[in-house]
């Protein structure tokens, strides 16, 4: 079957860096994607990645491994704003997005 | 430019009635998607379309029904409301074949189902 984990929800303080991890298993691959949303909105984009490594974008960055089915979120100098719910999503062999529940982060200051 | 846009924002049925959800997008994209979200799950798909008359179903289609007469309209419509139909759905597009192309999405109708 196809899955997408990622942990229900972590917290972290303003001004540190939180990783948000993600692990999928689907049928086929074509790109792993990371979204925020803040409660009561839509989501919306925050990165791509296709091929492995490291992705900068800003104070986000995201990585993946695809021979581990992996993934991660980076979010670095977090601030209130920051507080919101991340959701990972896989491209599977058919072009449809496989969503993981998401992750909420609480920013403490 | 709207976006994507949704109508109603919010809605409560009684269990049976009908309803249709309207979707609208003014960017000229060719897929259209509905998806539910509920508490602690993630977005799950309902129906999509590839273009202008044509639909497909998705995760869950039971007890949904879709058309795409116009290339900028999707409506998602319920025959006969259940509780279970409880949700909040989203509409998003993507330009083309969305490969690698990121989903744009309405801000949500919140229905309940009583």
């Known amino acids: 079957g196809q899955n997408i984990d990622q942990p229900t929800e972590m917290t972290a303080t303003e001004g540190a860096i939180v990783q948000i991890n993600c692990t999928y298993q689907?049928?086929?691959?074509?790109?792993l994607f990371w979204y925020q949303q803040h409660a009561g909105e839509a989501p919306t984009f925050l990165s791509y990645?296709?091929l492995d490594g490291l992705e900068e974008k800003g104070r986000f960055s995201s990585f993946l491994s695809r021979s581990k089915g992996y993934s991660y979120l980076l979010l670095k100098e977090l601030q209130m704003k920051d507080s919101a719910s991340y959701l990972c999503?896989?491209?599977?062999?058919?072009?449809?997005?496989?969503w993981g529940a998401g992750t909420k982060l609480i920013i403490k200051p | 430019n709207a976006g994507v846009t949704q109508t109603p924002k919010f809605r409560v049925l009684k269990t049976g009635q009908s309803m249709t959800l309207l979707c609208a997008q003014d960017?000229?994209?060719?897929?259209m998607y509905w998806y539910r979200q509920d508490p602690g799950m993630g977005l799950r798909l309902i129906h999509y379309?590839?273009?202008?008359?044509?639909?497909a179903k998705g995760e869950v289609p039971d007890g949904y029904n879709v058309s795409r007469l116009k290339k900028q309209n999707f409506l998602l419509g319920l025959e006969s409301a259940a509780p279970s139909q409880t949700s909040v759905y989203f509409c998003?597009?993507?330009?083309?074949?969305?490969?690698?192309?990121?989903?744009?999405f309405g801000p949500g109708t919140r229905l309940l189902v009583l």
């Open positions: 379309s590839v273009g202008e008359g044509t639909t």
């Open positions: 960017m000229n994209h060719e897929y």
């Open positions: 999503a896989s491209l599977d062999s058919n072009y449809q997005l496989i």
């Open positions: 689907t049928s086929g691959f074509n790109g």
């Open positions: 998003a597009s993507t330009p083309g074949r969305g490969d690698q192309e990121t989903q744009y």
């Open positions: 990645n296709v």
